[in-house]
């Protein structure tokens, strides 16, 4: 029997070009595709699929949080003495997450790196099938997933990780490049376009919007100088005192960018200068 799956992603191209490798496969059935979370689990309790291709980063719910919705929803129903279906197998999407890479290296679930590879995509359909065929039952499957969400820092019902990943994804160009967040200057929102500044170049996050990037950034460093604005703290090069007691900070970049501080917040800038 071929293999029922859902494509979960945010982004059309790549839910395009994953299920033209599934096709291609020739005995995984595509039911359905889902832009976020909420449809997420919406398709997962309709259709009942074997298996979920599951984005990682995805407005409302992301993909962590779409399992504890499925996973609370399977706890409700058996304390109200009713069957629920069994989670299908899951294989993340990322493209950057450098934290769920290393944790789905368990095993308990796998996972596909952006842009997706047909040989990758056929090995992970490999391990699908081999659970499928052990009868990975539901307990067993949530076990799994408990096991990669501990491994993430996220316990249940977590609304943000308890420790930062320590490097950010940063696309130059072509490239995904892996940043230390010691060397992140800052970070600006233009346009929709969120740029982060480092010493030595300058790239764009795939965050949507600055919070969504704050919450990857270690807040004992970041600071929301303004709302256009993510600075690094120990980057700062200089204070300067600007127009009516306000202030801009320049940069330690290349281009000694000056920042300004909204007045919202010169009062924590003077906490953090002694000024």
Known sequence: MPISAIIIDDEQLAREELKYLLDSVGDVNVVAQGANGIEAVDLIERLHPDLVFLD???PGLDGFA???RLMERNRLTNEAGKEHAALPQIVFATAYDQYAVRAFDVNAVDYLLKPFDLARVEQALERVRNRLAGNAGGAQMESQLDQVLRLLNRPRGAERRT???AKLVVQAQSRL???DQTEVCFAAIDDG?????TQHFEGQSK???LEELQELLDPAHFWR???GFLVNIDQIREVVPWFKSSYQLRMNDKQRTEIPVSRAQTRR???LFNL
């Not at 376009?193 to 500044?197: E, F, G, Q």
């Open 207 to 209: 965050c949507r919007t």
């Open 225 to 227: 100088a303004h709302r």
């Open 193 to 197: 376009v969120i740029r982060v500044v």
């Open 177 to 179: 490049l892996l940043v």
């Open 163 to 165: 420790h930062p990943p």
């Open 56 to 58: 990682v980063q995805m």
């Open 66 to 68: 779409v399992i504890e």
């Open 269 to 271: 800038l003077r906490e």
